[in-house]
């Protein structure tokens, strides 16, 4: 796909090019956790907010507010295409046809709808606020994070002329390409396109997904981005996210039912699925808790996400959690989520499926030739592994603004659930720095959970 970027930022008139083209443009696993909370919690309701944890980026001083309650609206007068609804019926996912019932895509046609939203603006930063059943607010989270992105980025392209465009776009062309050149040709690895929630624009994000699906072939499993995968006939990827474990254990009634929260929601969606799907998120309220108190039928899952927690300890926790339940580790798989670019990428690739030679670290892996070096590594692998890659495939401007700005540089926004039937929410995560709720609630979580395993550091983009 050719696009000149350049020009259609210049010139393209945005009012006939939105930043949310389909109620598709959005993640995989929130269609899959609609049709949970469809089947499971159809009258529960649900708040979410959107916030800025790069608050030295004032957003609302750079975006005028008509500009994003535009969008939110034309989004709220979306609905699903009947080609769109009849590639989700008869399409395989994960090997499988027929994962969305016949009665949830009726309702997607005929019943869903977006619910209404709350802006608002203090200290310089939007206040997004989506109130209502769980059902109509929980497909807000990407549609939000996406649009005030993509905002930001056009707000950031005022003034530029259409020169400086060109060669803005031909070097984030060129850093994507030195991406692809590293990643190419190695053994074994799996990447899959996470980068919706804060791409730069839908255009790139399309443009990045090509550009890896053409140059990495079957290292490239697929996009999260549902849109794409439907566009383009891409594997769509994606199971679940926190949200449903900090619901159900913001509706539990005492603490000893908010600590089987965690494992009930596997319960649940295993049955819903019929056993597929079974990608663990034990971050919620600690990884280190969740194995260990975590019920034996857990250990036949496929296997876990990691997200908030270094991965490499979280892995290599994970497989000896697994040795200790009798369970073959290299059968499973871990997949790592957060802050992801190539070097994090081929090091925890050559770490997981491979065996590192005597005095060798991850950091010595740089490209596809240092896999071949029998010095350095040799196949077998220790555990599955693959790559959700996120925020630096689809929004990697750094230092690409010929006037020297950092208007692009990729921020921090997060879309969280706060509260579920009025009872507040909280995601406690391996990271203190990642935590949200309110304070007061966090410590009660915290009493009950426990903080094994958890860390302080600074949150990646």
Known sequence: MIVNFAERAHNHNWNLDPVTRSLLDTDFYKLLMLQFIWKHFPRTNATFELINRSSEVRLADRIPREELVAQLEQVRRLRFRKSELIWLAGNTFY???????????????????LSEYEVSIQDGQFCLKFEGLWT??????IYGLSILGELRTRAG???MTEIALDVFYARAKTRLWEKMERLRGVPGLKVADFGTRRRHSFLWQEYAVNVCRRALGESFSGTSNTYLAYK?????IGTNAHEIPMALAALAADDQALKASQYRVLELWQNTYQGELLIMLPDTFGTTQFLQDAPEWTADWTGQRIDSK???????????WLRQH??????????????????????LHAYFSGTLQQGVTPKDFRSAADFDDPAKWSPGRRIRFSAGWGTLLTNDFRGCDPDGRNEFEPISLICKLTAADGRP???LS???????GAPAEIERYRQVFGTSGAANIPVEI
């Open 326 to 347: 009798g369970r073959e580790p290299r059968d499973k798989l871990i997949i790592a989520s957060d802050a992801l670019d190539v070097d994090a990428i081929l090091g």
């Open 95 to 113: 090997g499988r046809r027929g994962i969305f019932e016949p009665a949830f895509l009726a309702w997607l046609e005929h019943g869903f709808r």
């Open 232 to 236: 383009h006939d891409m594997e769509a």
């Open 430 to 436: 391996d990271n203190y720095a990642k935590s949200t």
């Open 310 to 320: 270094d991965p490499y300890i979280a892995g290599d926790e994970y497989i000896r």
């Open 157 to 159: 392209f005022k003034g």
């Open 136 to 141: 109509d607010t929980t497909m807000w989270e």
């Open 425 to 427: 929410a909280v995601k």
